[in-house]
């Protein structure tokens, strides 16, 4: 995909023909893990008679007019706030089926114990009775789980638990709610996600409308090269080790309930540090196809160091009129 040069933003569905005639600033966060897509918008109110009631969901496409709009989802409004002086309206919205009403019950703290399951049988029990439909990812499907208590928590605090402890992407995309490895080329929803190619200009600097700028972290658990989990083995009596890789090893404080459990999450533990030891954040020409679980490929024009393979985390899209169409992103150094 081209990138154009005149940004463009367009609502659908209910009260698109009010955003889209009185938007003035927005927002549109899309990350990886547990965390909802978030959608935040400005909207000039003056002269309009009471506050919009703004029911129903709202979808929404990005891009630029000489190169089209790319398909950035449904949202549901979470949060209204009313500003007097002048005459604003500040919106707040996530992915959708989420509501502030949560007739479901998804926040609703409660206590539960299952097992012995696998982590995507109870994925999908979870989330099925909020209204969505569970995908789960082949290689995290049969994961063995002996026991699991979910102990006076929301079932949203319980699957972020179960993500991380497997070291897991959880995300609910529309309808979708999908359980998935981090770091991989598909998308969430399951369709594919092109690589995205970023170069520097030659003419790189601030107030230029192709300005790039990026700070490389190089955290201390990118040193690790293995992963050690305890178990406990309750025919002999005492705790053993399962253990991936070389040293040096980066030591879980869990203990879990039998070998192949520590064995799958010393695994998952090892294959995140590999991912994520570097963290690269750039600030970029917004760019549509930019997209959490999405790949970045930073190509000879970067600094030997930045070259190659990153895998998003987080990219956070805005338009303003002030500094335009810009994305922020987040990513994760890849270990292969």
């Known amino acids: 995909m081209t990138q154009g040069f005149t940004p463009s933003v367009e ?41 919009p009631s703004l029911s129903g969901k709202i979808g929404l496409r990005v891009g630029y007019q000489e190169s089209g709009l790319v398909e950035k989802g449904e949202f549901v409004i979470t949060q209204r706030t009313p500003v007097l002086f002048p005459m604003r309206l500040m919106i707040v919205a996530t992915a959708a089926p989420f509501s502030v009403q949560d007739a479901s019950g998804y926040r609703q703290r409660r206590s539960a114990s299952y097992g012995p399951t696998t982590l995507g049988a109870l994925f999908r029990q979870l989330v099925s009775r909020h209204g969505y439909s569970p995908r789960v990812a ?3 499907d049969g994961i063995a789980i002996a026991h699991v208590d979910q102990s006076n928590e929301s079932d949203m605090a319980f699957i972020t638990r179960l993500a991380k402890r497997y070291r897991a992407v959880t995300k609910p995309i529309n309808e979708l709610y999908v359980l998935a490895e981090a770091g991989r080329v598909k998308s969430l929803s399951g369709q594919l996600l092109p690589d995205v190619t970023l170069s520097v200009t030659r003419d790189n600097r601030p107030g230029e409308p192709a300005f790039i700028t990026a700070t490389l972290d190089e955290k201390s658990r990118s040193k690790y090269m293995g992963s050690r989990a305890a178990w406990w083995d309750a025919a002999a009596g005492k705790q053993r080790v399962a253990q991936v890789g070389v040293a040096p090893f980066k030591t879980l404080r869990q203990r879990y309930q039998n070998q192949a459990e520590a064995q799958s999450v010393a695994e998952a533990e090892l294959r995140r540090v590999g991912r994520e030891g570097l963290t690269l954040m750039i600030d970029c020409p917004g760019n549509p196809l930019l997209a959490a679980e999405g790949l970045l490929l930073l190509d000879e024009s970067w600094p030997s160091y930045m070259q190659g393979r990153w895998s998003i985390n987080k990219v956070t899209h805005v338009g303003d009129p002030a500094t335009g169409y810009r994305s922020s992103i987040i990513a994760g150094g890849l270990s292969a």
């Open 11 to 51: 609502f659908y569905g209910a009260n698109a023909a009010l955003l889209n005639q009185r938007l003035m600033h927005w927002s549109h966060t899309d990350a990886a893990g547990i965390e909802a897509d978030r959608l935040e918008l400005t909207l000039n109110i003056e002269g309009l008679e009471g506050l």
């Open 138 to 140: 082949p290689e995290l």
